[in-house]
């Protein structure tokens, strides 16, 4: 049996959300009659936020989780900062479609995220420094 990496795992579900995020814009474009742009309907603008803000942070935190296993980070924190991006998109996804408000999933979903590419890229910064060359000679 082939073992699959977790980031290609992460990257592959979150290739389907997408998918079904743009589905949705479909869907509005068509339930709202906008052929272009975003038209005046709450509901239409929220469909393309929701998709556009995906598309904003998703490739680049995609790029540090499959840099960061890489690099050397364990496999369990691999899983850890895939389920957190996963679970804060979702969340982020179904708070921004239901409220242009703040929600639950909008707030925490935003913080997954933020969390999820913060800590790769420490992960990464710290992978990239040589700390042998701090400490002492003995």
Known sequence: ???????????????????????????????????????????????????????????????????????????VAVHVAGIVLLTSRVLHAWGLSHSPGRTFGRFYGTAGTWLVITGLSLWLLYSAIDFSRFQGSG
């Not at 082939?2 to 949705?24: E, F, K, R």
């Not at 005046?40 to 936020?49: D, I, W």
């Open 1 to 75: 049996m082939m073992w699959l990496s977790p980031s290609i795992l992460y990257t592959a579900l979150l290739g389907l959300l997408l998918i079904a995020l743009s589905v949705n814009v479909v869907l509005a474009r068509k339930r709202y009659r906008v052929g272009l742009g975003v038209g005046s309907e709450q509901g239409m603008q929220q469909a393309v936020r929701v998709q556009a803000n995906f598309a904003e942070y998703v490739p680049f935190a995609v790029v540090l989780l499959v840099l960061s296993e890489l690099m050397a980070l364990p496999t």
